[in-house]
Nanobody, 124 residues
Framework: QVQLVESGGGLVQAGGSLRLSCAASGRTFSTYAMGWFRQAPGKEREFVAAISWSGGTTYYADLVKGRFTISRDNAKNTAYLQMNSLKPEDTARYYC?????????????????WGLGTLVTVSS
């Protein structure tokens, strides 16, 4: 069993930055691919970024490529999402996700564990 707790959300002006963190419980964090999804009001949840268990492979949605960076620290059981050049359309609840198998499956929405999310609001 893995529990995921997100933090780092908040209110930021357009053009600003935030770093989200996802702290995972359990001793097997390093065996899981990790990722981030987001859901804006009235919209479906969408993929944002994913990272392999080793950190060697990353995937990004086209909408965030070049602005967001996903990373992980297996020694701290934590995954991160650095978000730069934020836009009002990035406003959403951001969810951390974990998958025991590869990051490609996570990117397709095959998730073993979800966090409860953290709210990001970008003002114009």
């Amino acid at each position: 069993q893995v529990q995921l707790v997100e933090s780092g959300g908040g209110l930021v002006q357009a053009g600003g930055s935030l770093r989200l963190s996802c702290a995972a419980s359990g001793r097997t964090f390093s065996t899981y691919a990790m990722g981030w999804f987001r859901q804006a009001p009235g919209k479906e949840r969408e993929f944002v970024a994913a990272i392999s268990w080793s950190g060697g492979t990353t995937y990004y949605a086209d909408l965030v490529k070049g602005r967001f960076t996903i990373s992980r620290d297996n020694a701290k059981n934590t995954a991160y999402l650095q978000m730069n050049s934020l836009k009002p359309e990035d406003t959403a609840r951001y969810y951390c996700a974990a998958r025991l198998s590869g990051a490609q499956g996570l990117m397709m929405g095959n998730i073993d564990y979800w966090g409860l999310g953290t709210l990001v609001t970008v003002s114009s």
